[in-house]
């Protein structure tokens, strides 16, 4: 089992940058698959970002691509998102997730991950 705890949110403009933070406890972290989601006011959770549990792989949805990137640190227990250009359509909670089965590919949906944090707020303003 692993616990998260994201942090880094924020209040930003728009064009501005954030970087958010995720660290996981337990000693088999790099035996995770990690994703980022965000869950604005009204909508969905929906995919933003996954990197495979070595890290050499990762994936975005099309709305943050060329945008944000995603890193892990396997020494640190500790998964990055990037956010670079940001927009006000960028708002919302942002969650980290944790996929104990699957290694690799580009997996988006939420029943994929098995463990969440609590979440972190990003707001852009216009």
């Known amino acids: 089992q692993v616990q998260l705890v994201e942090s880094g949110g924020g209040l930003v403009q728009a064009g501005g940058s954030l970087r958010l933070s995720c660290a996981a406890s337990?000693?088999?972290?790099?035996?995770?698959?990690m994703g980022w989601f965000r869950q604005a006011p009204g909508k969905e959770r929906e995919f933003v970002a996954r990197i495979s549990r070595s890290g050499a792989l990762s994936y975005y949805s099309d709305s943050v691509k060329g945008r944000f990137t995603i890193s892990r640190d396997n020494v640190k227990n500790m998964v990055y998102l990037q956010m670079y250009s940001l927009k006000p359509e960028d708002t919302a909670v942002y969650y980290c997730?944790?996929?104990?089965?699957?290694?690799?590919?580009?997996?988006?949906?939420?029943?994929?991950?098995?463990?969440w944090g609590q979440g972190t707020q990003v707001t852009v303003s216009s």
């Open positions: 337990g000693r088999t972290f790099s035996s995770y698959a």
């Open positions: 997730a944790a996929d104990a089965t699957r290694a690799s590919g580009n997996y988006y949906r939420s029943s994929d991950y098995d463990y």
